[in-house]
């Protein structure tokens, strides 16, 4: 079982950055991939990033290559989104989820989420 608790999201103006985190309870952290999601009014859940299990390797949406970061410290069972130069469309909630040990980019493939963490970006 793992448990997961967002925190960092807030408003910021276009252009400005927010560090999201994602802190996770549980031994089995360091085996899973870890990923982030959002979710905008009237839209789908959509893939954001991912970070395997030792950091070595990131994927990235579209949306956010070269502009967001997905990092990880299994040494305090935490992972971080850097967003920079952040933009109105980027406005959502923001979701971490866990529990496989290969990527998939599909919502539905992950056991556990988080609760979320609002992001406004104000143009």
């Known amino acids: 079982q793992v448990q997961l608790a967002e925190s960092g999201g807030g408003l910021v103006q276009a252009g400005g950055s927010l560090r999201l985190s994602c802190a996770a309870s549980?031994?089995?952290?360091?085996?899973?991939?870890m990923v982030w999601f959002r979710q905008a009014p009237g839209k789908e859940r959509e893939f954001v990033a991912a970070?395997?299990?030792?950091?070595?390797?990131?994927y990235y949406a579209d949306s956010a290559k070269g502009r967001f970061t997905i990092s990880r410290d299994n040494a305090k069972n935490t992972v971080y989104l850097q967003m920079n130069s952040l933009r109105p469309e980027d406005t959502a909630i923001y979701y971490c989820?866990?529990?496989?040990?290969?990527?998939?980019?599909?919502?539905?493939?992950?056991?556990?989420w988080g609760q979320g963490t609002q992001v406004t970006v104000s143009s």
């Open positions: 989820a866990t529990g496989r040990t290969a990527f998939v980019r599909s919502a539905g493939e992950y056991a556990y």
């Open positions: 549980g031994r089995t952290f360091s085996s899973y991939f």
């Open positions: 970070v395997s299990s030792s950091g070595g390797n990131q």
